[in-house]
């Protein structure tokens, strides 16, 4: 069983970045895609980024592009998420979770379990 650990959050000035962690647990986190979520409080968790199992495709919610970048270390069985240009709008609770491959990633409702996240908070 691949437990999920996500760290890096806080509090930023617009415009600023973070980078997130997502530290997994178990011998099999090269065996999953990996995915980043959000939800903002009043919404529903959205997908933000996913990452192929080898770490060589990735894709991005529209809101993601062009300011994140997600990828992967699997010798250190961590999942990264830099947030560049933030934007107050990208205040959220952000989640990490495992996945069978990248093209399902973005199906937030077949996830069943989320860890604790780990808050990002854009100050405008």
């Known amino acids: 069983q691949v437990q999920l650990v996500e760290s890096g959050g806080g509090l930023v000035q617009a415009g600023g970045s973070l980078r997130l962690s997502c530290a997994a647990s178990?011998?099999?986190?090269?065996?999953?895609?990996m995915g980043w979520f959000r939800q903002a409080p009043g919404s529903e968790r959205e997908f933000v980024a996913g990452i192929s199992r080898s770490g060589g495709s990735a894709s991005y919610a529209d809101s993601a592009k062009g300011r994140f970048t997600i990828s992967r270390d699997n010798a250190k069985n961590t999942v990264y998420l830099q947030m560049n240009t933030l934007k107050p709008e990208d205040t959220a609770v952000y989640y990490c979770?495992?996945?069978?491959?990248?093209?399902?990633?973005?199906?937030?409702?077949?996830?069943?379990?989320w860890g604790q996240g780990t808050q990002v908070t854009v100050s405008s």
């Open positions: 979770n495992k996945g069978t491959t990248l093209l399902t990633m973005n199906r937030v409702r077949d996830f069943g379990s």
């Open positions: 178990g011998r099999t986190f090269s065996s999953y895609a």
